[in-house]
């Protein structure tokens, strides 16, 4: 074990059954056998039923479902959100792990289980609290009221909603990357006279581009599927406030199943776009975002 | 400020932009996430304790939270089963395609809750792929000389069965995706000790193999759970949401809010995350017991 390369080989052999202390073939083939019968059952399942239900009524069918005009502003506003969040979250996300990888202060520890708040809650509250804040009978909502501005049932509610509960994906995935790269690179920078942003750009960021990368793909995913806080705040009008996922839940519930699953599959491709380039990165540069396995 | 070597808020450095990135952060996390989470708290608490009193033991909530709780707990307990043979398949063993199914593992973090929903409901339905199926399989037993009878009717979906099916699936890559990098880390060498001294392989399973991952197990047990509590988009679809059957209380959440029965929604709101937060921290302080026995994993 004192010779540096046996890490590197031993992990193959690792995966070779017929040694002495690994199991038989015969409870291997089981475990396998019982592993993939699970995800098939609860995974790959519900996946191809989306794509085999939006395509029952053939072509023309999916095509309209997915162009009439309140499909269309579903995906607009979709994308809107999105548009605001994820950068808004990217910016937040890398000024936190600045401040928690590269210097050391009380409270770190805590600042970073705050970050990490919005996972441990409900997308329901997460909505609901903005409701409270911003709803007709929330704090602001008849000083809100008085001066024009509508917040919940709008576009600027479901931004906030979403907004929270995409807010850790950037941050979580950067810190653990930044902290391992320790500043030395940069404390070189600064000492032969570079400015601090151009360290920043010419340094720092390049340093982490594929984590960062890595967690604002997971940060997008999220904003463009969040359901349950988008659909406490956004009144669910159509053509006006209804994204994507608050779609195919009215054309569900309305027993509209083909045009809901037209609209879902969209959505599904767009989690296998984000699952392949995930897996992508983490083949590519799996040492450089190894942290956020830990999911 | 920092002249007194006493105390120190933080450690010197020559890197800029502490103030202005804590600035940000803090600025941020306060406005989106605290701010608005103490609004919550002061909401459920100026309803008044008899409002309070009635909203928290109010039949109906009492359900709700009965049946996201204990589907949650059944939830992560199977994934902590499966999850653990899954992650132990796919570091341990070869076979075709084993990179795409550990690939596969994150579909649920990367597919819209709804749009999961949906198509679990459609599968689990009465005339759905799996659940036309289900129905033969329909029994019931009563337990000789009680009253006491167990059994299957054949339905999962718009059941408390078809909650639990949502919430497996949306917490199966906690456990895996907290499991695996533990067992990829762990040492051969102990294992061929156990070997060699005459273990058989069980016994070094549960003796040498599974102590050092248990801490990792109850993280992704934990995760696994807290996620499937506040589950909403997912469930609503299967479950039916029959009143103090298949009612989760996220949902009993939306339906107190739609009557604008604020204060209502705000202390079930206020119970769910209290009882959350209270599992979260007794876990954690188990956990840190656990490291320190087996070390930091």
């Known amino acids: ?295 | 400020m920092t002249t007194t070597a006493s105390f120190r808020w933080r450690e010197p450095s020559i890197l800029p932009g502490f103030g202005l990135a804590m600035g940000i952060t803090v600025t941020a996390l306060s406005l989106i996430v605290l701010i608005p989470l103490a609004g919550l708290f002061v909401k459920a608490a100026s309803a008044g304790p008899a409002d309070i009193w009635a909203v928290a033991t109010s039949p109906r909530t009492l359900a709700a939270l009965r049946l996201s709780f204990l589907g949650a707990l059944f939830a992560a307990l199977v994934n902590t089963v499966f999850g653990l043979i899954l992650a132990w398949v796919l570091v341990r063993y070869d076979f075709p395609g084993r990179r795409l199914i550990d690939a596969a593992v994150d579909l649920p973090f990367a597919l819209p809750t709804a749009v999961a929903g949906i198509s679990l409901a459609a599968i689990y339905a009465p005339n759905g792929w799996v659940g036309s199926w289900l129905a033969p399989l329909a029994f019931r037993f009563t337990i000789p000389f009680t009253d006491v009878s167990i059994g299957f009717d054949g339905k999962v979906a718009y059941t408390p069965l078809g909650v639990m099916v949502a919430l497996i699936f949306i917490g199966l890559p906690f456990v895996v995706r907290t499991v695996q990098p533990v067992l990829e880390e762990l040492q051969s060498d102990v294992e061929e000790a156990a070997a060699l001294l005459g273990a058989n392989r069980l016994r070094t399973v549960f003796r040498v193999i599974l102590p050092p991952v248990l801490p990792a197990l109850l993280t992704g047990f934990v995760l696994a759970f807290a996620r499937a509590v506040g589950e909403y988009g997912s469930v609503i679809f299967i479950a039916g949401n029959i009143p103090m059957v298949s009612e989760i209380a996220p949902l009993l959440i939306v339906i107190r809010l739609e009557q604008f029965d604020y204060a209502g929604a705000a202390v079930m709101a206020t119970m769910m995350l209290l009882i959350s937060f209270a599992l979260i921290l007794a876990v954690n302080l188990v956990q840190a017991r656990a490291r320190r026995r087996f070390g930091d994993v």
């Open chain 1, 1 to 295: 074990m004192s010779d540096a390369t046996l890490p590197a080989a031993t992990a193959p052999a690792r995966r070779d059954g017929s040694r002495a202390r690994g199991e038989s073939r015969f409870v291997q083939f089981v475990l396998i056998a019982v592993s993939l019968a699970f995800l098939l059952l609860f995974l790959l399942l519900p996946l191809v039923t989306v794509f085999v239900e939006a395509a029952a009524r053939g072509w023309e069918a999916y095509r309209a479902a997915i162009t009439e005009p309140d499909a269309q502003a579903a995906i607009r506003l979709t994308l809107i959100v999105a548009a605001i969040a994820v950068p808004f979250n990217t910016v937040v996300g890398i000024a936190a792990a600045w401040a928690i990888a590269k210097f050391e202060f009380r409270g770190k520890n805590l600042l970073i289980s705050l970050l990490d708040l919005p996972f441990s809650v409900s997308p329901v509250i997460s909505g609901l609290v903005f409701v409270l804040l911003f709803g007709a009978q929330g704090y602001f909502g008849p000083w809100l009221q008085a001066h024009g501005v509508s917040i919940i049932f709008a576009l600027p509610g479901l931004i906030l909603a979403t907004v929270f509960v995409t807010f850790p994906f950037v941050a979580r995935e950067l810190i653990p990357h930044m902290q391992s790269l320790g500043s030395a690179d940069e404390e070189a920078a600064l000492t032969l006279g570079a400015s601090p942003w151009r360290v920043f750009f010419t340094i720092t960021l390049p340093n982490v581009k594929w984590s960062l990368f890595y967690g604002i793909l997971l940060c997008n995913a999220r904003a463009m599927g969040e359901f349950g806080a988008v659909a406490v705040v956004s009144g669910k009008i159509r053509g006006e406030t209804n994204t994507m996922p608050l779609h195919v839940e009215i054309l569900y519930n309305e027993y509209m199943g083909p045009a809901a699953f037209a609209v879902a599959s969209l959505l599904a491709g767009l989690a296998l776009v984000t699952l392949v380039l995930k897996t992508l990165l983490e083949w590519h540069y799996g040492d450089a975002i190894a942290a956020s396995r830990r999911h």
